[in-house]
């Protein structure tokens, strides 16, 4: 049984709100500009993809507000966008056999960042409460499960870049297992000044200011903050309620590249084995939605890995994350959205800011190239050697169980 | 020197300030238990770690579990603050 996907609900530098995040994703309007949050001049990397007027009291009680992390309060966002969006109400189901399954990478940054001040500026006694429950990985899961009383197989997947597929498949894997719905999907807020300089740590940003995946002058990428929550049903809880189906999850794969320079080896596996779970051959994949590091060796490894799946110039690739950043547990999960609704309007979004391609990828450089879609590829990966991909399939008029 | 005075109305800013509390949920005066404020046992500790802040006092744990309404915590604070030592 493959899930299907009825409901999409993103928080983006580039929109907020599903609709206005696509239309914004299709015209290649730009999110990524100086970082506001704090003042950081003084850092190497001063560009990132700011998700500008949002405001957690927006969605949420200041009760709630206060015990949580932005990044918390836009997965709940994202929550209830993505209920609306597929008609769905938990409270209509056994609570039991719905749960929450994200992904995270940095936790609670914003919320961590004022209390470690506190900490280390005025003493330990000035550290709230709060800071128990808002810093961890798994708050977004914790708080949506508990706001919405979904209390089957709950969890977080920590696996920076990846995570959001991981945690998709961790979804697939429990509704095989019993689950009818999960809200899966993944969300991270990581612009702040400790959190900005765990990612300089890796020396993989840019440090001139611009994210151009698979492009001569790629010097690094630039992060962002958001992401997407989808909410997974099993095909026969779908079909039972006449829910709209964006598409199903119809493969995935994993590998690690195990502590060694990513060569593309391991990716072009996880490729194949998601491939093969789906039941498809190379030439049948319509469209790439590639990771799309952005800096010269991990673009050389992505690109050969895809070479040696499809062969050259064979199959549309896009990256549409260069229009707000790479973020993080967000990444996937605004891929996996972006492909679902790619195949359901048949339309490919460019990635934005590639000018001179350098890898002999058919990278969609054309205005939304317009195209029969009908299956695509999602390849993720996380630092440290992840590569998950994922294979998505169009909603047909009969879902197979 | 003068000690301070904790008063409902001061306990009641604490709630709307550290726990995110509607003033209009709290009444100035009488007594109220915090489960019926809704204030689960995390909010209660917020509560008292800024008490603690403010008044420069510690509630002991021992204490601590038994202040489960506004008047019982006002009370205890006043009743602190009127041991104290002064410097």
Known sequence: MNPVVTGIGVVAPTGIGTDAWWEATLRGDAGIATITRFDASRYATRFAGEVEGFEGTDYIPRRLAMQTDRWTWMGLAAAEMAFADAGFDPAGGDPYRQAVITASSSGGNEFGQVEIQKLWGKGPEHVGAYQSIAWFYAATTGQISIKHGMKGHCGVVAAEGAGALEALASSRRALRRGMDAIVSGGLEAPIGPYALTCQESHGLMSTIGEYRPFDERASGYLPGEGGAILLLETAAAARARGARVYGEIAGYGATHDGGLASDGVQLARAIRLALDDAGVAPGDVDVVFADGAGSVELDVAEARALQSVFGVREVPVTVPKAAFGRTYAGGAALDVAAALLSLRDRRIPPPINVERPAHDLRLVLDHSEAADLHTALVVARGYGGFNSAAVLRRATTTQED | ?87
């Open chain 2, 1 to 87: 020197m003068s000690i301070p005075f904790f008063t409902q109305a001061r306990l009641k800013q604490i709630l709307v300030d550290h726990v995110g509390l509607d003033a209009d949920d709290i009444p100035d005066i009488g007594d109220v238990a915090f489960a019926d404020l809704d204030l689960d046992s995390l909010a209660v500790v917020e509560m008292q770690l800024a008490i603690q802040r403010e008044y420069g006092l510690r509630i002991a744990d021992a204490d601590a579990a038994g202040l489960q309404s506004t008047a019982a915590m006002v009370d205890y604070v006043n009743v602190h603050l009127a041991t104290a030592k002064v410097a």
